[in-house]
T-cell receptor, first 114, second 111 residues
């Protein structure tokens, strides 16, 4: 079974630029999560999708962050414009519907904002 | 007040010893508790989950939950250098069912 795929693995941008991350979950996993992990901290949930609907986006900074999962499979997370404090690893995870206890994480995208 | 507090690290133990990792949480509605392991530069991987008070054993790992005291711990017996990683405590609250993570404890097992 293929794992959660993410791209790119690394990205370096300047502040005020835009950036997008892509995630493809494990096949058959209806629930998809985006987390932000700042160095030295645990992951923080940004948004959770169930199929193509948003379940929770309470911690997503909506003035600059957006995410979509139009066809209920892969997802993109965008930051526009980026700030220095957005430097972090962005992790995508997925789980089967009703099995939120078993989340599988992708390798992450390390973003550096200069 | 932080929702999840983990014992400050880094923690170093000699090979073969027992490593003890602790976590306290503030949400009394929490029902499910998890321990994730994260190697440097890698993504978190689930190693244990526990729902009921008491102990749960899986190989060299034992998770302990005390809901009255609002703490959960992870014991690693016969620690190996390959156990060196950051261990993240996390919990679900029943209503939101979103995972809330602690900041992690870095464990180093010395050969």
């Amino acid at each position: 079974e293929a794992g959660v795929a993410q791209s790119p693995r690394y990205k370096i941008i300047e502040k005020r630029q835009s950036v997008a991350f892509w995630c493809n979950p494990i096949s058959g996993h209806a629930t998809l999560y985006w987390y932000q992990q700042i160095l030295g901290q645990g992951p923080k949930l940004l948004i959770q999708f169930q199929n193509n609907g948003v379940v929770d986006d309470s911690q997503l900074p909506k003035d600059r962050f957006s995410a979509e999962r139009l066809k209920g499979v892969d997802s993109t997370l965008k930051i526009q414009p980026a700030k220095l404090e957005d430097s972090a690893v962005y992790l995508c995870a997925s789980s089967r519907s009703g099995r939120e206890n078993e989340q599988f994480f992708g390798p992450g995208t390390r973003l550096t904002v200069l | 007040q932080k929702e999840v507090e983990q014992n400050s690290g880094p923690l170093s133990v000699p090979e073969g010893a027992i490593a003890s990792l602790n976590c306290t949480y503030s949400d009394r509605g929490s029902q499910s508790f998890f321990w994730y392991r994260q190697y440097s530069g890698k993504s978190p991987e689930l190693i244990m989950f526990i729902y009921s008070n008491g102990d749960k054993e899986d190989g060299r790992f034992t998770a302990q939950l005390n809901k009255a005291s609002q703490y959960v711990s992870l014991l690693i017996r016969d620690s190996q250098p390959s156990d060196s990683a950051t261990y993240l405590c996390a919990f679900h609250s029943g209503s939101a069912r979103q995972l809330t993570f602690g900041s992690g404890t870095q464990l180093t097992v010395l050969p």
